[in-house]
């Protein structure tokens, strides 16, 4: 009798497209959030607000892994 719950869904990586470990409810709002994919190691620093997702900083080009 829990169908009626908030649905969830996991942050896709803005760089591989997969998802992260990170959650979110469609009514969850983050403000320069650190997000970081456990596939690509590809860290950067996100908003989310109303079911859309932001990118407020970005590593440059040159990667380090
Ligand atoms: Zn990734």
Redesign the pocket.
């Known amino acids: 009798m829990r169908n009626d719950q908030t649905p969830t869904q996991f942050l896709l990586?803005p760089?591989?497209g997969?998802k992260t470990r990170t959650l979110v409810r469609e009514d969850t709002e983050l403000t320069r959030f650190p997000l970081f994919?456990p596939?690509?190691g590809?860290a950067c620093v996100v908003a989310f607000r109303q079911g859309n997702l932001e990118i407020t900083e970005a590593p440059d080009a040159s990667e380090n892994f």
Do not use: E, L
């Open positions: 990586c760089r591989c997969r994919c596939k690509c590809y």
